[in-house]
């Protein structure tokens, strides 16, 4: 099993920027796929980035060039860099890891809100 727990969110104005951090319980070198994912209220949950074991991203084309996916192994954390948010950015952000022992696991998220 792998916990996953995610910090970082918050208010921010609009242009404004939040590194959002995901700690894992296990070595996300063992994890096939991490990433992010966002759920604004009334709305579906939607991939925000991802990044895989061998280090390959991708970015939903509403952020792409806004925002960067990266990872620390030493220290089992996955973060999501935003800049220049917008208020329809705003939503519940969940990090995401797949494929661990045929498993897949989500955090419990943290709100980002960005303010006009």
């Known amino acids: 099993q792998v916990q996953l727990v995610e910090s970082g969110g918050g208010l921010v104005q609009a242009g404004g920027s939040l590194r959002l951090s995901c700690a894992a319980s296990k070595n996300i070198f063992s994890i096939n796929t991490m990433g992010w994912y966002r759920q604004a209220p009334g709305k579906q949950r939607d991939m925000v980035a991802t990044i895989t074991k061998g280090g390959t991203k991708n970015y939903a084309d509403s952020v792409k060039g806004r925002v960067t996916i990266s990872r620390d192994i030493a220290k089992n954390t996955v973060y999501l860099q935003m800049n220049s948010l917008e208020p329809e950015d705003t939503a519940v952000y969940y990090c995401?890891?797949?494929?661990?022992?045929?498993?897949?696991?989500w955090g419990r998220g943290t709100q980002v809100t960005v303010s006009s």
């Open positions: 995401y890891a797949a494929g661990y022992l045929g498993a897949d696991y």
